[in-house]
């Protein structure tokens, strides 16, 4: 059964920076999409970015030009990598690899809170 966990997350300030790292355990990451999805007190899961097996990448608009998501498939890690954050960027980060409709798996989430 494959795993996947996240880590990275903390309490930074507004204009800060953090690194979100995405690690797979007992399936190759790198044969995934892999997706940052994130999610705020009371408001739905949303997308933040994603990178598939060849490497094509995807961002909500919300981070464009702030975040980059990339892959290090020797360390079976997925990253993200988090600029200029702003207060709107609190929520709790999770990783999704999905491999085909009966392979999809998340990672239990971390907390990234940005506050002065």
């Known amino acids: 059964q494959a795993q996947f966990l996240e880590s990275g997350g903390g309490l930074v300030q507004p204009g800060g920076s953090l690194r979100l790292s995405c690690a797979g355990a007992g399936m190759r990451a790198g044969a995934a999409t892999v997706s940052w999805h994130r999610q705020a007190p009371g408001k739905q899961r949303e997308l933040v970015a994603s990178i598939t097996p060849d490497t094509s990448t995807t961002y909500a608009e919300s981070v464009k030009g702030r975040f980059t998501i990339s892959r290090d498939n020797v360390l079976n890690t997925v990253f993200l990598q988090m600029n200029s954050l702003k207060l709107e960027d609190t929520a709790v980060y999770f990783c999704?690899?999905?491999?085909?409709?009966?392979?999809?798996?998340w990672g239990p989430g971390t907390q990234v809170t940005v506050s002065s």
């Open positions: 999704n690899a999905h491999y085909d409709m009966d392979h999809s798996f």
